[in-house]
Structure formats: C-alpha cells, structure tokens
C-alpha cells in the first residue's frame, strides 16, 4: 500500500467519490534543507519519505513515515509558498522562511494519538494564516467583560496575531507577527498542558507549556511525532 492509498484508506473523504482525479508520482526521501532553528523538524523530516500527489488538479505532496506498528503515517503538505507570499500574508519570519521549505499541514493519516495537530484542519499553511485575533476576540469580549477583566489582546493589536493551527471546534492557536510569541484561543477544550493568560478567564486565551513562539511550537509537534511513531 502506497501513501496515497494508506491516506484514503484512514481518510475515506479524499478519495472517490468525493475526489476522483488522484495522480501519484514516484516517492522519494525528503532533500530540502530546513531553517537551523528547526532541529527537530529536521530530524523528523530525515526519516520521510515525500510522494507528489495531485487531487482535482491541485498538486500536493504526501510526507509519510513508518509506523513501530509496522504501518504508516504522515501528512497532506501543500505546496511550498513563495517568498512572496508569505511576506505579503504578514507571516513572521521563521514561518516565512518555513513555509517555504514545507509548505504546511492539511490532512494526517495513521497519527499519534497526543499532539498538537490532533482535530486540527489546518496548520502552518498560508490558508491559515488568513484568519487573525480581531473576529474571534472581538466576538469573545464579553467572557472578559462578564469577569471584569480586559483582554491583555487590545482591539488595535489582534491583526497582529494570525492562526497558525486551527482546530475543528474552532479554537486557534495564535502567532504574532513580529514577536513569533504564541497563544491559544481554546473556549472549547480539555487540555491538561495550558495555563491561563496573565489577565484573563478560563476558556479563553491560554499559553501552552513548551511553547512560547513558533520555533518551539513547530520543533514541539516534531518531537511529539517522533515519540509517537516510535
């Protein structure tokens, strides 16, 4: 079974009928050279294989790993972003200089059961990016408000912080542009490695421990895969 058949098969809504025009080239170790700050992305990423893959006329890449359970895993990535892009999109710049190497998460298949990408939609990728603080803050205010407390995330400042994961139920973790300092957004969660924000209410806005900025968000979800397909 190929990575393409292993990512239908776990995840039945990729292919037919819902997706009829999969074409799959070759596989191939991974090559590409990652940002030095990415140790432990890099020493995940040495170990996979990448499969081009296109779906529907876009084109995609499957990065996949073995599993201890003699299976395997991985990740819909896709494509890489140019420098461009991700500088007009306000990304910070480790993300910038990321995303143009692996271009981000969609889609997992065979996944560890305790990581950060667990019931996300999307992480990492330029799609992501495009929601920020303002909607959902601005639309939280009163959690704030019913405690007499003040968002420590001015309205002038949530612009500054876009997604880089978003979750199914809606909650999001949060990077600043120009700090790359992350948060969490989670009204709806049952995490036990969070703690609140200084000035704000439970279920709101929380720091998650190991995780202070994208760097060791990223380098974070890698160990996290590592251990998990051990």
Known sequence: MDDWQALVADLTWMGPPHHTGAATGPARPWDRSLPDW?????????????????????????????????????????????????????????HTALVQVLGGITERFGEPDDTWLVDTDESLTLATALSTARGVLDAYEWAWDDDGLTCPIRPAERDDWYAISREANGNLTLAHRTSGRVVLFAPDHAFDDVTVLDGCPEY???????????RAWVNGVARQWRAGLS
Do not use: F, K
Not at 51 to 78: M, N
Not at 204 to 214: E, F, I, Q
């Open 38 to 94: 990415a140790d432990d992305l890099a020493a995940l990423l040495s170990t996979a294989s990448v499969t081009p893959v296109e779906v529907d006329g876009r084109a995609w890449e499957i990065v996949g790993w073995d599993t201890a359970e003699e299976g395997r895993a991985g990740w819909l990535v896709p494509q890489q972003a140019s420098a461009e892009a991700a500088t007009s999109a306000g990304l910070h710049p480790d």
């Open 204 to 214: 709101s806005l929380y720091t998650r421990d190991g995780a202070p900025d994208v």
